[in-house]
């Protein structure tokens, strides 16, 4: 049974900075490909980040203000978040894309940017 815990969300003021994280059990981060996403109120989910085997690919709105990095050997992603906007709230979830296309979700985290 494969589960994403999401943690590190919260209320900071625009141009601030949260640490996102997401551990997984039951899989393995090499081999597949882990992404953060995204869903603000009334809108779809969107995919923001996703890294697989090193490489990275950004969203172009958060592009130079957020990094995703991973530790494998805890099968842990980070999701760092810098100069922070109050359009980057809304919920985040971590996803593990296995390589035969499954997809894991996470539960969320929450994280509200305030002007």
């Known amino acids: 049974q494969v589960q994403l815990v999401e943690s590190g969300g919260g209320l900071v003021q625009a141009g601030g900075s949260l640490r996102l994280s997401c551990v997984a059990s039951?899989?393995?981060?090499?081999?597949?490909?882990m992404g953060w996403h995204r869903q603000a109120p009334g809108k779809e989910r969107e995919m923001i980040v996703s890294i697989s085997n090193g490489n990275t690919n950004y969203e172009d709105s958060v592009k130079g203000r957020f990094t995703v990095s991973a530790e494998p050997a805890k099968n842990t992603v980070f999701l760092q978040m810098d100069s922070l906007r109050p359009e980057d709230s809304g919920v985040y979830y971590c996803?593990?894309?296995?390589?035969?296309?499954?997809?894991?979700w996470g539960q969320g985290t929450q994280v509200t940017i305030s002007a």
């Open positions: 996803r593990l894309r296995t390589r035969s296309g499954r997809d894991y």
């Open positions: 039951g899989a393995v981060f090499a081999g597949n490909t």
